[in-house]
């Protein structure tokens, strides 16, 4: 079965520009999860979501950052404007169900110069 | 909340010996916890999980951990390591039950020298 998709897979912007994330989780998987991987930490959850509804935006900074599952299968993640320590890896994963077994994309490197 | 500590920034291991990076964790009521590998500009790959049941788990690639309620830990073993074994291991754990996000360990490195 195919995995999790994401792209772009590299991307470097200046700060205050905006940028945009896409991912397609694994068909028949109800939750999409991104995360942020900032270097030298574990993933840190940013946004949860079952089908298009979000279950946890905790710790999703909101003035800059939003995100979207419209129909319930692919999602898109968005910062504007950048700052400087939004450099890292966004990582989309995707489960069955909420609580499953998650499974991750390849992640997106973003530079912000 | 939840959390996770996996003390060992780097663990160093010759090939055909055996391996164990250390997670322990802390969780309100009884936990769901995870390992997961990541090799270089890859995402996370799922290694094995314990939900209950035996405290050995088996999991991908030789892998195996044995949970320890008394000790709150989870430590990731493998008889005999292999060079290809390299890579970031994340220890991950949440609540079974209720809702709450996963919470990942900051990571282990694990370098297996020929």
């Known amino acids: 079965e195919a995995g999790v998709a994401q792209s772009p897979r590299y991307k470097i912007i200046e700060k205050r520009q905006s940028v945009a994330f896409w991912c397609n989780p694994i068909s028949g998987h109800a939750t999409l999860y991104w995360y942020q991987q900032i270097l030298g930490q574990g993933p840190k959850l940013l946004i949860q979501?079952?089908?298009?509804?979000?279950?946890?935006d905790s710790q999703l900074p909101k003035d800059r950052f939003s995100a979207e599952r419209l129909k319930g299968v692919d999602s898109t993640l968005k910062i504007q404007p950048a700052k400087l320590e939004d450099s890292a890896v966004y990582l989309c994963?995707?489960?069955?169900?909420?609580?499953?077994?998650?499974?991750f994309g390849p992640g997106t490197r973003l530079l912000v110069l | 909340a939840q959390s996770v500590a996996q003390p060992e920034d780097q663990v160093n291991v010759a090939e055909g010996n055996p391996l164990t990076v250390k997670c322990t964790y802390s969780?309100?009521?009884?936990?769901?916890l995870f390992w997961y590998v990541q090799y270089p500009n890859r995402g996370l790959q799922f290694l094995l999980k314990?939900?209950?049941?035996?405290?050995l788990v088996k999991g991908s690639y030789g892998f195996e951990a044995e949970f320890n309620k008394s000790q709150t830990s989870f430590h990731l073993k493998k008889p005999s390591a292999l060079v290809s074994d390299s890579a970031l291991y994340f220890c991950?754990?949440?609540?079974?039950?209720?809702?709450?996000?996963?919470?990942f360990g900051t990571g282990t490195r694990l370098l297996v020298s020929p």
């Open positions: 991950a754990v949440t609540p079974l039950q209720g809702f709450q996000k996963l919470v």
């Open positions: 314990y939900i209950t049941g035996d405290n």
């Open positions: 979501f079952q089908n298009n509804g979000v279950v946890d």
């Open positions: 969780v309100s009521g009884n936990p769901y």
């Open positions: 994963a995707s489960s069955l169900e909420s609580q499953g077994t998650q499974y």
